[in-house]
């Protein structure tokens, strides 16, 4: 968390419910994705607002992150997609009934030996296989051996089986989503071979919206629950219903003030006034995660219009033109995301001018003071 400054993050989360809804008619069974205190949106307060939506599966990452989740919705189905790490975090799924992934042996060795210490009811965990990811996941060939040991291993329960896409919000990578689907299939064929025939879960958001063959029994969107389009700017823009956007980031103005033609603005003067201007200082720097790369690139709505960034974005500053919006005082909030009317400024189009994904700009800002609306 960002503390000492003017910088505010205003959630709704009725809003990540009612895109949960809209995303629901087109899946079957989501698994909402709240991992990284829900993209920056806050954890607790939004996977209860989906709760109240009906929702009964979470994702997080940490298994602490689940058990701050599991005070909130004692009944909630809770997915640690990072596993258990460590003995600690393999006893506390146990106890708070967390289902961790496990998407290697060490997982489940920590898990099998957990269940038995515990000597509880048998730990339930998802069965996680890399199909073109390259990243988290057992090997396709292992599905076979998997299933024979689970058989072998009274106190483990799998409870479903994960992959995770790599291009499902590419459109000119469709055929490798295809061959994900096609090794999915494979793995699952084989453990049901061995006798294990579970749910299984391929889709993110891009995969929900765009790829009915990734459906399974279980879709996981994240991105799309907090109102930002996966497939903005590619052919397959309208696949995606309309969503709501549901953080607003907004800073004080701290002065304002009149320039001549020729001034110059910020270190390295990297912006000079192309005619006389009014310019105002705003409260919000890169020290609270507003990029310097927006330097002379964003801009912020004032007054319900669009202000332009001008110079290089400061540690705690940023100087946008307001010269053609009148009556702009001290005090009057600058909106960096979001903001009144048509001139709000989207998810999609904050990432694009600081030259990243929604996704970072949600859990990067997400880090300042948040307030509920
Ligand atoms: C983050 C994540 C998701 C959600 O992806 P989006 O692109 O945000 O919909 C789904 N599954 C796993 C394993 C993830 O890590």
């Known amino acids: 968390m960002i503390g000492y400054n003017a910088v505010r993050v205003a959630v709704d989360p009725a809003a990540v419910a009612r895109n949960f809804v809209r995303l629901r008619s087109h899946g079957c069974d989501l698994v909402a994705v709240v991992k990284a205190d829900a993209y920056g949106h806050g954890l607790v307060p939004v996977a209860k607002a989906i709760a109240q939506a009906g929702g009964r599966r979470f994702a997080v990452g940490t298994v602490a992150e689940g058990v701050s989740l599991r005070q909130a919705l004692p009944t909630a189905q809770i997915i640690a997609l990072l596993g258990a790490m460590d003995m600690d975090d393999a006893r506390a799924c146990q106890r708070w009934g967390i289902v961790p992934v496990a998407t290697h042996w060490e997982h489940w060795t920590l898990m099998e030996a957990a269940a038995e210490e515990g000597n509880g009811p048998c730990a339930a965990i998802i069965l996680k296989f890399d199909t073109g990811m390259g990243r988290l996941g057992f090997a396709p060939h292992e599905a076979a051996a998997l299933g024979r040991r689970l058989r072998e291993t009274p106190s483990l329960r799998a409870v479903a089986v994960f ?3 790599a291009t499902a919000d590419v459109p000119d990578d469709a055929d490798f989503v295809a061959e994900q689907v096609g090794c999915l299939r494979a793995i699952l064929a084989d453990l049901a071979a061995a006798g294990l025939s579970l749910p299984a879960s391929l889709a ?9 063959s990734t459906h399974f029994d279980l879709q996981r969107p994240g991105i799309a629950l907090y109102g930002a389009n996966p497939l903005a700017s590619t052919a397959w823009e309208d696949r995606c219903p309309p969503l709501e956007a549901a953080m607003q980031v907004d800073a004080p103005i701290l002065q304002v003030h009149e320039v001549p033609a020729g001034a110059s603005v910020s270190y390295g003067r990297t912006f000079r006034a192309p005619r006389p201007m009014r310019l105002a200082v705003v409260a919000v720097g890169y020290a609270d995660a507003y990029s310097r790369g927006l330097s002379n690139r964003a801009a912020m709505v004032v007054g319900g219009r669009r ?9 705690q500053m940023t100087v946008v033109d307001v010269t053609d919006i009148p009556g702009v005082r001290p005090g009057d909030r600058a909106y ?3 903001g009144p009317g048509a001139a709000a400024i989207t998810a999609t189009e904050l990432a694009a001018w600081w030259g990243t994904i929604p996704y970072e700009v949600f859990c990067l800002l997400g880090l300042n003071p948040r307030v509920l609306v």
Request: hydrophobic share 50%; net charge positive.
């Open 163 to 165: 992959s995770h896409l």
């Open 204 to 212: 993110n958001s891009a995969g929900l919206l765009a790829h009915p």
């Open 307 to 315: 202000a332009p960034v001008v110079g290089r974005v400061c540690m």
């Open 336 to 338: 960096l995301l979001g």
